[in-house]
């Protein structure tokens, strides 16, 4: 989970994060929006568009707003389903919308952990550095490899203790983020899956042409 250090640049500060992002997994383009990284809030908007979006236009898309009699190849097909068992059609449905939500956790589980890395980078390529009597941030940084350790800081053994304690109450406060993390991912989860198995089992032996006049009676 996101460890939040801060950087200078003459007079200038700025505040980063290492380590995997929550917020980028939760929020995605909002995060370098409110960062001013204009840059990275139209990469991850486009993304958010190719993954996330698609759900949510598929969940929200005004099916009864569209006249289907009016596009011949939908209707044929909506036509051929009306002999099929609904049940199937249901199931059909949701295994798309699983594996599409499966691709979109995949892919901002892979930008979340690593859009914190190539923002911290951004900024050091930029001038910005963690404040010379920073021992947090400078631990943080050298211990995730943004920074090396100087041979005066390896000779120096309360300098690299007291790196090590900063490190160690770091890694207990993020794990217990990440089990808030593992908590709601498993929440949503459940909030997803367990209506949708409910609503499978209530279905009955019915036709989708049955389930159709029984949803206009």
């Known amino acids: 989970m996101a460890i939040k250090i801060e950087l200078k ?15 980028t997994f939760i929020w995605g383009a909002f995060v370098p929006m409110f960062r001013g990284d204009g840059k990275g809030f139209v990469k991850l908007l486009l993304i958010w568009l190719a993954t996330s979006g698609i759900l949510v236009l598929i969940d929200n898309f ?21 002999d099929v068992k609904y049940k199937y059609i249901f199931l059909s449905y949701y295994l798309i919308i699983f594996l599409l939500a499966i691709i979109s956790f995949v892919v901002w589980f892979f930008i979340a952990k690593n859009y914190n890395r190539d923002y911290t ?3 050091l390529n930029q001038g910005y550095m963690a404040a010379e009597d920073d021992d947090y941030a400078l631990a943080i940084l050298k211990k995730y490899g943004y920074l ?18 900063i ?3 770091v890694k207990k406060d993020e794990k217990k983020k990440l089990y808030i993390f593992i908590t709601y991912i498993i929440v949503i989860i459940l ?3 367990v209506p949708a198995v409910i609503a499978y089992t209530r279905i009955g032996d019915i036709t989708y042409l049955e389930f159709l ?4 009676k």
């Open 191 to 193: 909030f997803n899956v």
């Open 167 to 169: 490190i160690e109450t």
């Open 213 to 216: 006049q029984n949803l206009y």
């Open 121 to 123: 980078n951004k900024l």
């Open 148 to 165: 090396e350790y100087t041979n005066e800081e390896l000779r120096d053994n309360n300098k690299m203790e007291l790196y090590k304690n």
């Open 9 to 23: 640049k003459n007079e200038e500060k700025k505040n980063t994060f290492v380590d995997f992002s929550f917020t």
């Open 62 to 82: 005004p099916y009864d707003s569209i006249d289907f009699d009016k596009i011949p190849t939908i209707k044929d097909f909506i036509i051929s389903l009306l």
